[in-house]
C-alpha cells in the first residue's frame, strides 16, 4: 500500500499536476490505508476494529503533516532535481519503516514518537525565518 502512494505521487509529481490538489487526495488516501490497516490489524488480534478505523486515520494524518512538513521545508532549500531525490529518498524510507514494523512492532510506536516530535519541531519553526549564510567582510 506504501507502494502504491508512492507511484502515484510519482506519477503526479511527474506528469506536472497542481500540487495542492494531489497533496490532498493522497492525505485522504493515505487516512483511507491505515485505517484500513490499522482495524484489520485489531480484528486480527481480536481486538475491535471500529478503535483501529478511528486511530488508523489519526496514525496516517499524523505521519502525513509531521513528514510532509520536513519534506516541505527541505524542498525550498533545495534546487530542483535534489527536491526529486528527495522525495525518491522519503519514499523509500517509508517503505523501509513499513517493513520493520511488520516484523518488529515496538518500530511502529517510536515512529509515532518521531511523528510528533516532527511536527512539534516544525510548527515552532515554521515562523522562524532562515538566515542563510552570511558573508562576514
Same mark, same amino acid.
Given at each position: 500500500? #506504501?507502494?502504491?502512494? @508512492? !507511484?502515484?505521487?510519482?506519477?503526479?509529481?511527474?506528469?506536472?499536476?497542481?500540487?495542492?490538489? $494531489?497533496?490532498? %487526495?493522497?492525505? $485522504?488516501?493515505? @487516512? #483511507?490505508?491505515?485505517? &484500513?490497516?490499522?482495524?484489520?490489524?485489531?480484528?486480527?488480534?481480536? %481486538?475491535?476494529? $471500529?478503535? %483501529? /478505523? $478511528?486511530?488508523? !486515520?489519526?496514525?496516517? +494524518? /499524523?505521519?502525513?503533516?509531521? !513528514?510532509?512538513?520536513? &519534506?516541505?521545508?527541505?524542498?525550498?532549500? /533545495?534546487?530542483? *532535481?535534489?527536491?526529486?531525490? +528527495? *522525495?525518491?529518498? @522519503?519514499?523509500?524510507?517509508? &517503505?523501509?519503516?513499513?517493513?520493520?514494523?511488520?516484523? #518488529?512492532?515496538?518500530?511502529?510506536?517510536? @515512529?509515532?514518537?518521531?511523528? #510528533?516530535? /516532527? =511536527?512539534?519541531?516544525?510548527?515552532?519553526?515554521?515562523?522562524?525565518?532562515?538566515?542563510? &549564510?552570511?558573508? =562576514?567582510?
Amino acid at each position: 500500500m #506504501v507502494l502504491a502512494l @508512492a !507511484v502515484i505521487s510519482y506519477m503526479a509529481e511527474r506528469s506536472g499536476a497542481n500540487g495542492r490538489p $494531489v497533496a490532498i %487526495g493522497l492525505a $485522504v488516501l493515505a @487516512a #483511507v490505508l491505515g485505517a &484500513l490497516l490499522f482495524a484489520g490489524s485489531l480484528a486480527e488480534g481480536d %481486538g475491535p476494529p $471500529v478503535v %483501529g /478505523l $478511528v486511530a488508523g !486515520v489519526a496514525c496516517a +494524518l /499524523l505521519a502525513y503533516a509531521g !513528514v510532509g512538513g520536513l &519534506l516541505g521545508r527541505a524542498a525550498r532549500r /533545495l534546487d530542483d *532535481s535534489a527536491a526529486g531525490f +528527495l *522525495s525518491a529518498f @522519503a519514499d523509500l524510507a517509508a &517503505l523501509v519503516l513499513a517493513a520493520i514494523s511488520i516484523f #518488529v512492532p515496538p518500530v511502529a510506536f517510536l @515512529a509515532l514518537i518521531a511523528f #510528533v516530535v /516532527l =511536527l512539534v519541531r516544525g510548527r515552532g519553526e515554521a515562523d522562524r525565518k532562515y538566515a542563510g &549564510l552570511r558573508i =562576514l567582510r
